[in-house]
């Protein structure tokens, strides 16, 4: 339809630059690796080249930070693809699920797809979520050498992972589900519920990693390799008993969770507002406009950084299109 002369889809920005007809030509032979050498084994293969080449770029520009986030991002998808998700309660619930390692501000830095399995790891003794940090955090370093707090959510927190990275000198701190740390605080989540508003349990495991439960709206439940009880910091929160906003009392790790987890969300964010579609029966169509969305959005988080000019993600798209 853009190459259309009628006014309401016409648009001369792509007619004048290429014909239809080799745009469809390109588009129907796309690819990004040779079919004749595909791994079997990795069910993204089509596409690895280019994530793998998309990764060292992004590691190249990352800012230099401390703290990293690590979470989860899906990218829509209705058609039938083995590695297709659905994630009940998500805003997008159909789709293939993407690892992301991420600065607090959003720059997404290392992303690789999930495929229920991870081929060729050397961390086959932990997690799926476990060994996917560890690849981030060797990814990290390599690129730039140093030590780093990771952060991330309770898929992701273990003993062990928290007691490899500590041997790797880095830090990490994390929620927690119910029953996968051991020795947890002896206050059960009922009885601390009980409590006054802002009360907390903590206990040292494994090789001095301390679980923390504090009761806000709901008990939480969080494991640190670094950040500890104290120093202890006040919270504004709304009191349904006294009708006001009162404040309590926050252990450190929790307030270093809250601060430093929501990177990858705030990516998520960018992109959704914008996002591209394509109607093709190509399966990597989807996670291959996710790769391209990944990078705009990296390059507006560097332009805020380095440029006095500010402007919001729409007219920083608009104008690397008009380019």
């Not at 690796?33 to 084994?41: G, K, S, W």
């Not at 990795?42 to 770029?57: A, C, G, H, V």
């Not at 703290?67 to 899906?74: C, G, H, R, V």
Request: net charge positive; glycine share 6%; proline share 4%.
């Amino acid at each position: 339809m853009f190459w259309e002369q009628r006014t309401d889809a016409h648009n001369v920005l792509i007619s004048a630059a290429m014909r239809y007809d080799p745009f469809e030509t390109i588009f129907s032979n796309l690819h990004v690796a040779d079919n004749a050498y595909l791994d079997p084994a990795d069910k993204f293969s089509k596409l690895r080249p280019l994530i793998t080449k998309l990764n060292d770029r992004c590691m190249k520009f990352v800012p230099n930070e401390t703290y990293f986030s690590f979470d989860e991002s899906m990218v829509p998808y209705f058609g039938c693809h083995g590695c297709k998700q659905y994630i009940r309660g998500k805003p997008i619930r159909f789709g293939y699920k993407f690892w992301c390692g991420a600065t607090c501000l959003g720059y997404i830095c290392w992303f690789q797809p999930y495929q229920g399995t991870i081929p060729n790891t050397k961390h086959e003794e932990y997690s799926v979520g476990a060994s996917i940090v560890l690849q981030f955090s060797e990814a990290l370093t390599e690129a730039h050498p140093g030590q780093y707090h990771f952060v991330f959510d309770n898929f992701f927190t273990s003993n062990a992972l928290l007691d490899k990275l500590s041997s790797m000198r880095h830090q990490a701190t994390g929620t927690v589900r119910k029953g996968p740390i051991d020795k947890a605080p002896s206050e059960s989540d009922v009885a601390l519920k009980k409590k006054e508003r802002g009360t907390f349990d903590y206990r040292i495991v494994g090789k001095g990693n301390i679980v923390c439960r504090w009761n806000d709206n709901s008990v939480v439940t969080t494991a640190s390799s670094s950040a500890g009880i104290h120093p202890l910091c006040l919270v504004n929160r709304y009191s349904q008993k006294l009708k006001k906003t009162i404040q309590v009392q926050q252990p450190d790790m929790i307030k270093v969770y809250n601060h430093f987890m929501g990177g990858v969300d705030r990516a998520n964010e960018n992109t959704d507002k914008h996002r591209a579609s394509i109607h093709g029966k190509k399966w990597y169509s989807s996670p291959f406009l996710f790769c391209f969305e990944l990078l705009l959005q990296n390059a507006w988080q560097l332009h805020k950084t380095y440029d006095e000019k500010q402007m919001d993600f729409l007219e920083f798209c608009r104008r690397v299109v008009c380019h």
